[in-house]
């Protein structure tokens, strides 16, 4: 999913389960207001939100920012071409898994089917 070529700069995300936009900022190498003004422009980018509407990120979140900041700082893409790039990433990994469960079930009533003649 990530280019980690590109971003051999950026610094190890450490094991934790949450990050503050401070941290996420010095993690992804973007200024905060930056991460504000992606989080309304991706959709897939939502940040929990709790007490003071303080944002607290996933390490899911971190590793779209950093793609996110890969796509428009390192290969070019505009705001629109990036988010239809991430979008159309997403399209094609939900019809991977359906294309999965359809197979699955599939074999399974196959399976079903064999002992029913028997």
């Not at 280019?3 to 900022?25: C, M, W």
């Not at 993690?27 to 944002?55: A, D, T």
């Not at 793609?67 to 991430?86: C, E, H, K, M, N």
């Amino acid at each position: 999913m990530l280019d980690q070529g590109s971003n051999n700069e950026l610094p190890v995300i450490p094991a934790k389960r949450y990050f503050t936009i401070g941290e996420v900022s010095e993690l992804c190498g973007v200024k905060p207001h930056v991460l504000r003004y992606w989080e309304q422009e991706f959709s897939n980018l939502k940040p929990v939100k709790r007490r003071g509407n303080r944002r607290y990120y996933q390490r899911h979140d971190v590793l779209m920012i950093r793609q996110i900041r890969s796509l428009l700082y390192d290969q070019g893409f505009t705001i629109t071409g990036a988010r239809q790039r991430l979008e159309g990433q997403q399209q094609r990994t939900e019809v991977n898994i359906s294309n999965q469960i359809v197979r699955q079930v599939r074999i399974e009533l196959e399976e079903v089917l064999q002992i029913l003649r028997r």
